[in-house]
């Protein structure tokens, strides 16, 4: 059983460019969480999301960033318009149902620098 | 809101001494408490987690933590570290309801091993 696979790890884009960041949950996992670690930084949540359904957002920066889990495919983050600040370390993890952040595995996460 | 503190950034410990690594969390109610161990350039690896019960609990890799409610604290513990243990540890909490499935993390601790 695989672990949560993202992709790509390392990422960089010119700033105003977009970036788009995939997560492929564990199997049989239908919640997924994304985090963001800046340098220096602990994670800070991003947002939840179940299947076709954003549950929490609440630490989405109000531009620019838009977050899906469609019912087949990856969960990607798309940053719109990147600039320096938004260089980071994103992580997913996901979780079963029956167990939400109690049971979550993350991701290796994906290196976004932005020049 | 909840939040997570460590109070130190970077710890140095000898291989084969013991280690304690601090974490007091702040939250009306007892939460789910965890600890994670990232490598340099890699996830996060879920080490332990309390949830009720016991107070001491163990983990992988020879860690224990010990929740003391009086203090708000879940401190990680190891009698022995190896050279392997050299990496970063959070300490994160969630909240104990289900449907806020948010975990907040400390600032971490950079632990260095020397021989």
């Known amino acids: 059983n695989a672990g949560v696979m993202q992709n790509p790890r390392h990422l960089v884009r010119r700033r105003g460019q977009e970036a788009r960041l995939r997560c492929s949950p564990m199997?049989?996992?239908?919640?997924v969480y994304w985090y963001r670690q800046l340098p220096e930084e602990g994670l800070k949540f991003m947002v939840y999301?179940?299947?076709?359904?954003?549950?929490?957002e609440s630490g989405m920066p109000k531009e620019r960033f838009s977050a899906e889990f469609p019912k087949e495919g990856p969960s990607i983050l798309r940053i719109q318009q990147v600039v320096r600040g938004d260089s980071a370390a994103y992580f997913c993890?996901?979780?079963?149902?029956?167990?939400?952040?109690?049971?979550?595995?993350f991701g290796q996460g994906t290196r976004l620098t932005v020049v | 809101a909840q939040s997570v503190t460590q109070p130190d950034i970077h710890i140095t410990v000898s291989e084969g001494a013991s280690l304690e690594l601090r974490c007091n969390y702040s939250?009306?109610?007892?939460?789910?408490l965890f600890w994670y161990v990232q490598s340099p350039g890699q996830g996060l690896q879920l080490l332990l987690k309390?949830?009720?019960?016991?107070?001491l609990v163990q983990g992988i890799k020879g860690f224990e933590a010990e929740f003391k409610r009086s203090q708000s604290s879940f401190n990680l513990r190891k009698p022995s570290v190896h050279w392997s243990d050299a990496a970063e540890y959070f300490c994160?909490?969630?909240?104990?309801?289900?449907?806020?499935?948010?975990?907040?993390f400390g600032t971490g601790t950079r632990l260095t091993i020397i021989p």
């Open positions: 993890a996901s979780s079963p149902s029956w167990g939400g952040v109690t049971e979550a595995f």
């Open positions: 939250y009306g109610a007892t939460p789910y």
């Open positions: 994160a909490v969630a909240p104990s309801n289900f449907g806020n499935e948010k975990l907040t």
């Open positions: 999301l179940q299947k076709e359904n954003i549950i929490d």
């Open positions: 199997k049989g996992h239908s919640h």
């Open positions: 309390y949830f009720s019960g016991d107070t």
